[in-house]
């Protein structure tokens, strides 16, 4: 199988059409074994395919005229875009979102959960073992800590490539009651495995810049516009 993905400039600059996956309502279990709950996703969804990347990001760098001379300009444009704070995140789905006329969020942790899972209960999205982690995932011992073009590793069941690894992907929820911190998920190249796993949490303030942390773009249907 190629998973190869050539930068897609054009595409997006002609189009700004973001490849998504719909992502049907249901319930399952979220955390750990053994602290896991229930819970009920109650809307359909569109998930992005793949992470953000550069290419993406860079348009709504250069339309809204953004003073931005981060390292990653440096990097190809087929990679994640990283070294976006929560902040960034949420500017560029606002900007998206007028752009198409469509509704593009970060997901919640729910959502991100039960998109990475795709109807499984096993550590991974593709099961416990961990020596099958590099087929699916850049981390800490195949990353040649840098991050990767998107989509050249499996997709899990539903079809979303990158959910474990590449990078942290923002979350749209605060990490706990205290709101100083925003939910980060999925682990990222600079992590080591079991901080890929489909449970796993990280956190950081909503304006902080790493260059292990991107985002994921969720699309709310227009029947849902408004829910929770």
Same mark, same amino acid.
């Given at each position: 199988?190629? $998973? ?74 087929? /990679? ?46 593709? +099961? ?19 991050? /990767? ?6 997709? $899990?069941?539903? +079809?979303?490539?990158?959910?474990? +690894? $590449? ?62």
């Amino acid at each position: 199988m190629n $998973n190869f993905i050539k930068p897609k400039m054009v595409r997006i600059l002609n189009s700004l059409s973001i490849d998504m996956i719909l992502i049907k309502k249901g319930t399952f279990m979220i955390g750990d074994k053994g602290e896991q709950k229930k819970v009920t996703i109650k809307n359909d969804f569109y998930m992005g395919k793949y992470l953000v990347t550069i290419a993406e990001y860079m348009h709504f760098i250069k339309d809204t005229k953004r003073d931005d001379s981060r390292e990653w300009k440096e990097e190809p444009y087929n /990679h994640p875009i990283a070294e976006i704070s929560w902040e960034d995140a949420i500017a560029y789905c606002k900007w998206l979102s007028k752009k198409t006329k469509e509704n593009y969020k970060l997901p919640t942790e729910k959502e991100w959960e039960y998109a990475c899972r795709a109807g499984t209960k096993t550590k991974w999205s593709f +099961g416990d073992d961990e020596s099958e982690l590099e087929k699916y995932a850049w981390y800490d011992d195949n990353s040649d800590r840098t991050t /990767h073009i998107v989509g050249k590793k499996s997709p $899990n069941p539903w +079809g979303l490539y990158d959910m474990h +690894g $590449n990078v942290w992907e923002w979350c749209e929820d605060w990490y706990d009651e205290d709101k100083k911190e925003k939910v980060l998920r999925g682990g990222s190249w600079s992590y080591n495995a079991i901080g890929t796993r489909s449970s796993g949490r990280g956190w950081d303030d909503p304006d902080v810049r790493y260059n292990d942390v991107g985002f994921r773009l969720l699309r709310t249907l227009p029947s849902n516009l408004g829910d929770s």
